[in-house]
């Protein structure tokens, strides 16, 4: 990331992602998460290089909107968000007595927040926090506000994990781990890969948005990273293709 610059590819999975049919609660207000995306569509609409993704967008929005749902249906009612870029679900999913945790790089975060406090919606329930995931724990970020580690939580790590260097992300499943209390779940999408990765037009132009691909996963890697932190797979979603397969995962702790 850019240390003063808002996230490009935040911006346009979230332009992706008004475009998608999505659920909907009786307390939520899916008309500002709308109106958060109108926004940068003003801004941003040129953007057209995720257009080649949009099925993968797509995938992970559904997969993570349904687990989401039945969190909440289920009782969970703290939510957080790592990475959580210009995620909208803290206005859609909105709920009386259920707190949003956003994580994210100070840039992004910043932006997003000026502009969901400019649609006039109260934000009372959602706290922001900026954080750097390299150096720093998002355990001790947590720790200083009022999340409850003895509830369970749903946290969403969707569209991060190859941002981060592997030490990183082998730190950020042991971060959550604590965070976890009986019943809580953690929802990702990776990529992982059937050979090694040496050079690709997708990897240049991350590169040369200044937000690159830090870590590639072999197949079968996230499950097992993730057992090493105290976490076990309970729904696992593969899309294959040539060289990689896309997943998107469910994981409780052990």
């Known amino acids: ?26 307390t939520g207000d899916a008309e500002a998460e709308k109106r958060l995306y109108e926004g940068l569509r003003q801004r941003w609409g040129g953007i057209l290089f995720m257009r080649g993704r949009h099925s993968a967008v797509a995938d992970r929005t559904v997969f993570i909107d349904d687990e989401t749902v039945a969190a909440l249906n289920a009782g969970i009612n703290q939510v957080v968000i790592v990475g959580a870029g210009y995620d909208g679900r803290a ?12 994580i994210d790089h100070p840039a992004t975060q910043a932006d997003k927040r000026g ?24 355990e001790d970020v947590l720790s200083k506000t009022d999340h ?3 509830e369970p939580s749903l946290l969403i790590c969707e569209g991060l994990v190859r941002y981060l260097p592997k030490d990183c992300v082998r730190q ?15 929802v990702l999408n990776s ?8 050079r690709s037009v997708w990897r240049w ?11 590639t996963f072999a197949i079968g890697e996230m499950a097992h990273l993730l057992g090493e932190a105290g976490w076990k797979v309970v729904r696992e979603v593969r ?13 409780e702790p052990l």
């Open 1 to 26: 990331m850019r240390e003063h610059r808002p996230s490009i590819t935040a911006c346009a999975v979230a332009l992706v992602r008004s475009q998608l049919p999505r659920p909907q609660i009786p």
């Open 91 to 102: 206005l859609r999913f909105r709920k009386p007595g259920v707190r949003f945790f956003e």
């Open 115 to 138: 502009r969901m406090e400019a649609l006039g919606v109260s934000l009372d329930h959602v706290q922001f926090l900026p954080i750097n995931l390299v150096n720093e724990r998002l």
């Open 148 to 150: 409850r580690r003895e």
């Open 172 to 186: 950020l499943f042991a971060s959550m781990r604590p965070l976890a209390a009986p019943g809580s779940k953690l």
């Open 191 to 198: 990529r992982e890969y059937r050979a090694p990765v040496h």
């Open 205 to 215: 132009l991350f590169s040369l948005l200044g937000e690159p691909i830090r870590s």
């Open 239 to 251: 899309r294959p293709s040539d060289k990689t397969e896309r997943i998107l995962i469910a994981a």
